[in-house]
């Protein structure tokens, strides 16, 4: 990969573009318990005035280390997972790559919305009662119904329940009150029992000082766990944050690092890093060979993932998208 210094013209296009992205990503909105209360936030209304941005901190401070080697970072990140209903791959991060996802309540699984669209298909036609498109169980009749079944899964130590009632609190929907605090709790126990969307919504928090201590290197620290573990919007976030770095002390390792981040999430079909890896193509940042493997990778990897069903649900859902929608 080259080091050669960019032009000023040239500079300022990449640094223009990446400014657009970081701020997009600012105005995105996404196994132990360690203290009780956050087992049972969930049945609590309100912020609680004892939850204080200490024993938040408290909590995140549990998860280990921020040190984690470049080995570890930049290794290859492990296959997507498939839905349970088509098989086909889909993203760790939610609405990434051209595939939307839908978490259910009832059964913990995560379906692809074009299996969940296919369902509602035959559900329209009177040919299937209204259920799940994995288990066959009918919808909660109410907010209360909804939310037992969510404590139910979250009792099984089910991450994607703990990072959905998070949800749930920091929007104020579903019958609950609107407690970022309780969010936040809720996503630190989804992220220690591995849920990589929620180390991605904790990073967001960190980054802009929301319910937590504004601190940027725990914000980077998430986005690390989030993309070791394939969440392709951390790894491009990490990209963007060695951009600005480089934007700042023009020292090539920041860009090299960079490049490195937007490579391996543009080959798992993230156009938004596809994006960067063509341009640093352009400016000598790039060399030929690996911008072509790069292009062929992310067509592979969108070409895995997408069928006909996905691509109408993808068109239909993103206008409305939330952080994860549910049965």
């Not at 087992?39 to 209304?45: F, T």
């Not at 970072?73 to 889909?90: G, K, T, Y």
């Not at 493997?293 to 993103?318: F, G, N, P, Y």
Request: proline share 4%; glycine share 6%; hydrophobic share 30%.
């Amino acid at each position: 990969m080259s080091s050669t210094a960019m032009s000023g013209s040239n500079n300022s296009a990449l640094c223009d573009d990446v400014d657009k992205i970081s701020s997009d990503n600012k105005r995105c909105t996404s196994y132990a318990q360690k203290v009780e209360h956050c087992k049972d936030g969930a049945e609590n209304s309100g912020d609680n005035k004892s939850n204080n941005t200490t024993d938040i901190n408290a909590l995140s401070d549990g998860m280990g280390s921020l040190d984690i080697s470049d080995d570890k970072l930049f290794a290859d990140p492990p296959p997507n997972e498939d839905c349970s209903i088509c098989m086909l791959p889909m993203p760790f991060s939610i609405a990434a790559c051209g595939v939307t996802t839908s978490y259910q309540s009832c059964c913990g699984k995560i379906l692809c919305g074009g299996c969940m669209l296919a369902t509602d298909a035959v559900i329209e036609k009177g040919k299937m009662k209204d259920c799940c498109a994995f288990c066959r169980v009918p919808p909660p009749k109410s907010n209360k119904e909804l939310m037992k079944r969510i404590k139910r899964r979250m009792k099984l130590n089910d991450p994607g329940s703990f990072y959905l009632m998070g949800t749930y609190y920091y929007q104020g929907e579903r019958g609950l009150p609107q407690s970022k605090k309780k969010a936040t709790e809720l996503w630190i126990q989804a992220a220690e029992l591995g849920h990589l969307e929620a180390h991605h919504s904790l990073s967001l928090l960190y980054l802009d000082g929301e319910s937590v201590e504004k601190d940027m290197e725990k914000a980077i620290h998430h986005w690390e766990l989030a993309a070791i573990g394939g969440h392709v919007q951390s790894r491009h976030n990490l990209g963007t944050n060695e951009i600005e770095k480089w934007n700042y002390k023009q020292n090539s390792n920041n860009m090299y690092r960079a490049m490195k981040h937007f490579t391996i999430a543009a080959r798992a079909g993230l156009d938004e890093s596809l994006k960067q890896v063509g341009m640093a193509y352009r400016y000598g940042y790039v060399t030929k060979d690996e911008y072509a493997k790069t292009l062929r990778a992310h067509k592979d990897s969108i070409d895995e993932m997408k069928s006909e069903q996905r691509v109408i649900a993808w068109a239909l859902l993103m206008p409305n998208m939330t952080r994860m929608p549910s049965n």
